[in-house]
């Protein structure tokens, strides 16, 4: 604490203060950290986090981490705000129609607790709580898909003020999209990567009965698979993401919050890894290999990759974790007893007084971008003892009972005044109290709701069978009969019916090419488009094409339903997660997938790459097999991205009862790996109601 007398009477506080600490002349990006625990939220603070995210029992990705009980998240957020850190609460899984209350019960709690901002994953609830807490911000997560501007642009228009960008965006598009983005973009720099998209995996669930997308996530990348040839290795575990290498290149492109992933991982780690990005960013300098060594030594799987940064996506990104690596990181990581000693016990703040003659003394205490000023009586001319500075700053720096301890104290004085002790007491107590106000006021008498009112969609189931084909050889004369609307993959589509899928992905360095393929479909008879990704719905929109909804906007519920409704999407397919009882009760024109091998995967990498040559992947015949001897097939994506396919297709054809009691006349069928003779069995399966095959594996609703 430092204690000056300045001459000038009107400087701010803040501009006095800087005379002393070197600023620089670019804004440093929001560090922003996990906390699994409250052990580990204050090893985020401690370490230097701006900001923390954490979640309560339910509704979080991290299901199985220790996460929050409702009175500790409400503690957890008093504490960061008392130490000017903000606090982000996890709402990122998908919500089934009948949860949506318990859900916006718990976005309500949060919001009156003071958190600064919910990160939501499914569409419908975050319509829901934009509709019932107007003010409450919101934060679109990885699990939204978020891989271009047209998505950031479109969240804009309704409610969201952040976008946790793809982390499989390589530089360019990076800080394209940063500095063209109305919104902010936080974006994964250190930690843990899925080898799928996120939002786009659905292995765990329908292979192990686990759903990433409810955060129980059995992890089934991280386990060993065999090639074609049966070479056996572990072909979709990734090391860790760490872009400490590149800490200059973020704070250019303007990058608004670096995010470290890890609430499943410990207080030490965390500590560890935050402690040192704030390092980093403070000093304005990218990680030596030494200091990328050390963070290894905390937690690495076999290193770090920053593949997709570099757009160098091959085997080098693979990586398992040994048993050296975890016997080096008990010894690299922080002790408890050190991080508890660094928790800074209370909020340093900034103090500016003045003390003239014949005007009321003042008080400005600055914490953040947060200032208060109190007045209080006016000093007299003194006749024998005037104040003395010793004597001020004693009594307006007392802030012993209180969060809050003084950094800097400022003096602006007349030392020819005199004023009782207590009035000085009096002006502390009272510039106290109003900054306690000031940081909490935006958490006290905040308007929230009574009852949730279910949504019901405009649409109406109709009777239509459609289906999705991978090449336009597998579409039969008995397919053309069958199918109301036939689609196929953008890139593989030459006319041969009125449905086109634009790509799942596609980043803003891509988007030329796609709008001229689109462009292209259109002129060749295309009439509808299967989209399954926000960002890609304006620009299908703007070539006229009918939008149908895939089953990749992972709607769960009927509040979904009607936000892509008032989007114009028509024929919503349904998850294919949902149990036929939960399709039921979902409103509007929505289909369920009742033929096929689900889409388990979309990755960014080609599997067969390195295992074998990308000749299979081209040709469709790429595969993968687990420990247990099922085989997953691969077929490969637009621009040369991967997606595995279920080893058992869906097969419902000998349920038709089951079907139309649960009102599911709205039918998809998918085609992946099928011979034109098995497509026509399948069709004549279903139309004969014929049951499957004894010795044949499926999947069921």
Do not use: W
Request: proline share 4%; with cysteine; hydrophobic share 35%.
């Amino acid at each position: 604490m430092s204690l000056k007398k300045e001459a000038v009477e009107k400087t701010d506080i803040a501009k006095i203060i800087a005379r002393s600490n070197k600023k620089t002349d670019k804004r440093l990006p929001e560090l922003l950290a996990p906390a699994g625990s409250f052990e580990s939220l204050k090893a985020a603070i401690a370490g230097g986090a701006d900001a923390v995210y954490f979640g309560g029992g339910d509704f979080n990705a991290r299901i199985n981490a220790k996460n929050f009980t409702n009175d500790e998240i409400k503690q957890a957020i008093d504490i960061l705000h008392s130490c000017g850190r903000k606090a982000y609460i996890t709402l990122n899984t998908l919500v089934h129609g009948k949860e949506l209350e318990s859900y916006l019960r718990f976005a309500e709690f949060v919001y009156l607790a003071g958190a600064d901002a919910l990160i939501v994953a499914d569409i419908g609830g975050a319509e829901a709580i934009h509709r019932h807490l107007p003010n409450l911000e919101l934060h679109a997560s990885t699990q939204m898909s978020g891989h271009n501007l047209a998505e950031a642009e479109l969240l804009a228009k309704h409610g969201f003020s952040r976008m946790v960008c793809a982390r499989e965006l390589p530089r360019d598009d990076i800080e394209y999209l940063v500095k063209n983005s109305p919104i902010e973009i936080e974006m994964f720099t250190h930690g843990a990567l899925c080898v799928c998209h996120s939002g786009q995996c659905l292995f765990s669930s329908l292979v192990g009965g686990r759903s990433g997308n409810r955060g129980e996530c059995a992890q089934p990348c991280r386990l060993p698979y065999a090639d074609e040839n049966g070479k056996q290795s572990y072909p979709l575990s990734l090391k860790d993401l760490s872009l400490a290498g590149h800490i200059t290149d973020l704070i250019d492109y303007g990058v608004q919050s670096l995010k470290i992933e890890g609430r499943m991982k410990s207080p030490e780690y965390v500590y560890g890894v935050v402690r040192a990005f704030r390092t980093l960013l403070d000093e304005g300098k990218n990680a030596t290999y030494e200091e990328l060594s050390l963070l290894a030594r905390v937690f690495s799987r076999g290193g770090f990759t920053q593949g997709y940064f570099d757009r160098k996506i091959n085997s080098s990104m693979l990586g398992i974790r040994s048993d050296e690596e975890k016997s080096i990181s008990k010894t690299a990581l922080y002790s408890s007893e050190k991080i508890d000693e660094t928790i800074p016990q209370k909020t340093k703040i900034n103090a500016l007084a003045r003390i003239y003659l014949d005007r009321p003394i003042e008080l400005t205490l600055t914490c953040g971008k947060t200032e208060v000023t109190a007045y209080g009586q006016k000093p007299e001319r003194a006749i024998n003892a005037p104040l003395s500075p010793e004597n001020i700053k004693k009594n307006l720096t007392k802030f012993g009972a209180t969060n809050f301890v003084i950094e800097n104290f400022i003096l602006q004085y007349d030392d020819t005044v005199m004023l009782p002790l207590s009035a000085l007491n009096e002006l502390r107590r009272n510039a106290c109290q109003m900054l306690e106000s000031s940081l909490n006021e935006g958490k006290i008498e905040r308007v929230g709701f009574e009852k949730y009112i279910n949504v019901t969609p405009k649409g109406e189931r109709k009777s239509l069978r459609t289906a999705r084909f991978y090449r336009a050889e597998q579409i039969t004369d008995a397919a053309r009969e069958y199918f109301d609307v036939i689609y196929l993959p953008l890139q593989n589509f030459n006319g041969e019916c009125e449905g086109i899928i634009p790509p799942p992905v596609f980043f803003d360095s891509e988007l030329e090419k796609v709008d001229k393929m689109l462009q292209k479909a259109k002129e060749n008879g295309a009439k509808y488009a299967l989209v399954g990704n926000l960002g890609a719905l304006e620009l299908a929109k703007k070539h006229g094409f009918i939008i149908h909804g895939d089953f990749r906007f992972n709607v769960y519920n009927s509040e979904t339903v009607a936000k892509l409704e008032s989007l114009d999407v028509e024929n919503i397919i349904l998850s294919p997660e949902l149990t036929i009882p939960q399709i039921r009760d979902i409103g509007g024109d929505t289909a369920a997938i009742v033929y096929g091998r689900i889409p388990l995967m979309l990755l960014e990498k080609c599997v067969s790459r390195e295992a074998t040559t990308c000749e299979k992947c081209e040709r469709g015949l790429a595969t993968i097999t687990d420990r247990r001897g099922i085989t997953f097939p691969i077929l490969k994506e637009f621009e040369h991205r991967n997606v595995i396919y279920n080893s058992a297709p869906t097969y419902m054809a000998d349920r038709e009862d089951n079907l139309s009691r649960a009102k599911i006349i709205n039918r998809h069928f998918i085609f992946s790996t099928e011979s034109q003779n098995n497509v026509d069995n399948v069709i004549y399966a279903y139309k004969n109601s014929t049951p499957a095959k004894e010795n044949q594996k499926i999947r069921r609703i």
